[in-house]
């Protein structure tokens, strides 16, 4: 059973910073893509930042330049440092791996269970 856990969500203020972390678990071949999405209060989950196997990253256009997404694939981790937070930030933060649990499986997409990140003085 492969589970995704998120942590380091939190209250900061306006311009401050928090590092979230997501460590997949369980019975895993091979991670493929892992990203992050937050869906804030009345609103559609949206992408915040992606990275594949390789290190390629991509970001959404609200969170370039603040936000960077990396992975530690000996640990099956994957980070988001968040810097410049602003009020519009605020949002439940899910982690999100594609996968293969075993080798003659097909992928599929794990999320996990959200972490709450409020900004706000």
């Known amino acids: 059973q492969v589970q995704l856990v998120e942590s380091g969500g939190g209250l900061v203020q306006p311009g401050g910073s928090l590092r979230l972390s997501c460590v997949a678990s369980?019975?895993?071949?091979?991670?493929?893509?892992m990203g992050w999405y937050r869906q804030a209060a009345g609103k559609q989950r949206e992408l915040v930042a992606s990275?594949?196997?390789?290190?390629?990253?991509n970001y959404a256009d609200s969170v370039k330049g603040r936000f960077t997404i990396s992975r530690d694939n000996a640990k099956n981790t994957v980070y988001l440092q968040m810097n410049s937070l602003k009020p519009e930030d605020t949002a439940v933060y899910y982690c999100?791996?594609?996968?293969?649990?075993?080798?003659?499986?097909?992928?599929?997409?794990?999320w996990g269970q959200g972490t709450q990140v409020t900004v706000s003085s």
């Open positions: 369980g019975s895993i071949f091979a991670i493929y893509g």
């Open positions: 990275i594949t196997s390789g290190g390629s990253t």
């Open positions: 999100n791996a594609n996968l293969q649990e075993k080798y003659w499986r097909s992928r599929k997409d794990y």
